[in-house]
């Protein structure tokens, strides 16, 4: 048998092994989405823009949104992978991974795999590695906190969600498919959070398609065959 040639790819195709850090990611896209907002005389419209709508116009309307642009802008909105517990870091948010479960229609895919070649400078495989998939369903529970009044947090909850919806394709680019999201009305966890902190939650759901190595094999060249006869 000769040896096997394969066209040149890129074996960088595969960008990651291993369960993605979703939360990690989320965390990223927020801060990213805060220093455009506050860097953007564009942003305030675009994300509050409705306020001005003749329903609400008399109520709130063009001054409310310089108010609000004005508050994120001068405030230091940390973020953090736990839940706050002291106040005086208000207004925060909070990041947890709630659940990552395998999914039960697709766990097939740990037995289907495809090969990562390295190849050598003839374009001959070297060797070959199995690269397996796990598919989860990763729930990501995002916590906005204020203390003091709940209005902060319904303003920074409508530029969260307009965060998430605008950069979508960051998440698909990354593996993470079909991001959806629920929001809750106003509460507080007593048992995490200090009893003056008004808090709504988001949770994110994404399709994750982790990939691993399985094992890395040399290539067999050559098979010699001895027959013997009696």
Same mark, same amino acid.
């Given at each position: 048998?000769?040896?096997?040639?394969?066209?040149?790819?890129?074996?960088?195709?595969?960008?990651?092994?291993?369960?993605?850090?979703?939360?990690?990611?989320?965390?990223?896209?927020?801060?990213?989405g805060?220093?455009w907002?506050?860097?953007?005389?564009?942003?305030?419209?675009?994300?509050?823009?409705?306020?001005?709508?003749?329903?609400?116009?008399?109520?709130?309307?063009?001054?409310?949104?310089?108010?609000?642009?004005?508050y994120?802008?001068?405030?230091?909105?940390?973020?953090?992978?736990?839940?706050?517990?002291?106040?005086?870091?208000?207004?925060?948010?909070? #990041?947890?991974? $709630?659940?990552?479960?395998?999914?039960?229609?697709?766990?097939? !895919? =740990?037995?289907? /795999?495809?090969?990562? *070649?390295?190849l050598?400078?003839?374009?001959?495989?070297?060797?070959?590695?199995?690269?397996?998939?796990?598919?989860?369903?990763?729930n990501?529970?995002i916590?906005?906190?204020?203390?003091?009044?709940?209005?902060?947090?319904?303003?920074?909850?409508?530029?969260?969600?307009? #965060?998430?919806? $605008?950069?979508?394709?960051?998440?698909?680019?990354?593996?993470? !498919? =079909?991001?959806? /999201?629920?929001?809750? *009305?106003?509460?507080?966890?007593?048992?995490?959070?200090?009893?003056?902190?008004?808090?709504r939650?988001?949770?994110?759901?994404?399709?994750?398609?982790?990939?691993?190595?399985?094992?890395?094999?040399?290539?067999?060249?050559?098979?010699e065959?001895?027959?013997?006869y009696?």
């Amino acid at each position: 048998m000769g040896t096997y040639v394969y066209p040149n790819e890129e074996t960088e195709s595969i960008k990651y092994y291993g369960v993605y850090p979703v939360d990690f990611l989320i965390e990223s896209v927020l801060e990213d989405g805060l220093d455009w907002f506050r860097s953007n005389p564009e942003a305030p419209n675009l994300v509050f823009g409705h306020l001005v709508n003749p329903l609400l116009s008399a109520k709130y309307g063009q001054s409310k949104i310089a108010e609000i642009s004005e508050y994120i802008r001068s405030k230091k909105i940390r973020i953090f992978q736990s839940f706050p517990l002291d106040g005086e870091q208000s207004p925060c948010v909070s #990041i947890n991974l $709630s659940s990552s479960t395998e999914n039960i229609a697709t766990a097939g !895919l =740990n037995d289907y /795999y495809e090969d990562d *070649d390295v190849l050598g400078s003839d374009d001959s495989i070297v060797s070959r590695t199995e690269v397996g998939y796990t598919s989860l369903s990763d729930n990501v529970l995002i916590g906005i906190h204020a203390v003091g009044g709940s209005d902060i947090v319904k303003y920074l909850y409508m530029l969260f969600l307009y #965060i998430l919806n $605008s950069q979508r394709e960051v998440f698909e680019e990354e593996g993470l !498919l =079909n991001l959806t /999201y629920s929001a809750t *009305d106003m509460s507080r966890l007593n048992e995490y959070l200090p009893s003056n902190m008004y808090s709504r939650f988001i949770t994110v759901n994404v399709l994750n398609f982790a990939r691993f190595k399985k094992r890395t094999m040399p290539i067999i060249e050559s098979i010699e065959l001895t027959a013997e006869y009696e």
